[in-house]
């Protein structure tokens, strides 16, 4: 099984993102409450997504960049996996699902 952590810049929509995550077949996703860094107030919400193989996770977080634009704010998304951080923002949504598809699929 593969797990990445999806973080969304507005805690307001990270139902959202969860909702149409567990539309995305094979694919498990809970929400779960941070603790802060240090230096940091407050917890937020984050999404650990769950697969069986790295093009079913690459399937899910191919979503993102629509999810992004369909917002009424600016709205990021940064996935974590392992030593791996990538902020995905509406700027640079195609640039950074490379990077994050050649981590999950090697």
């Known amino acids: ?12 929509e990270v139902r959202a993102l969860r909702t149409l995550l567990e ?20 917890v ?3 999404l650990q997504v769950v697969a069986a193989s790295g093009g079913v ?3 899910a977080v191919s979503t993102i960049p629509e999810f992004i634009r369909s917002r009424r704010t600016d709205v990021s ?13 509406a700027a640079n ?3 950074a699902l490379r990077v994050v598809d050649r981590a999950l699929n090697g």
């Not at 539309?23 to 407050?42: C, D, I, K, T």
């Not at 030593?83 to 995905?88: G, I, P």
Request: cysteine-free; aromatic content about 4%; hydrophobic content about 45%.
């Open 77 to 89: 998304v940064t996935i974590k996996r392992d030593d791996l951080e990538v902020e995905v923002t």
């Open 23 to 42: 539309h995305v077949p094979g694919v498990q996703v809970v929400q779960l409450s941070g603790a802060p860094r240090a230096g940091e107030l407050g």
């Open 44 to 46: 937020w919400d984050f």
């Open 57 to 59: 996770l690459a399937t």
């Open 93 to 95: 949504a195609e640039d």
């Open 1 to 12: 099984m593969i797990t990445i952590e999806l973080q969304v810049s507005d805690p307001a």
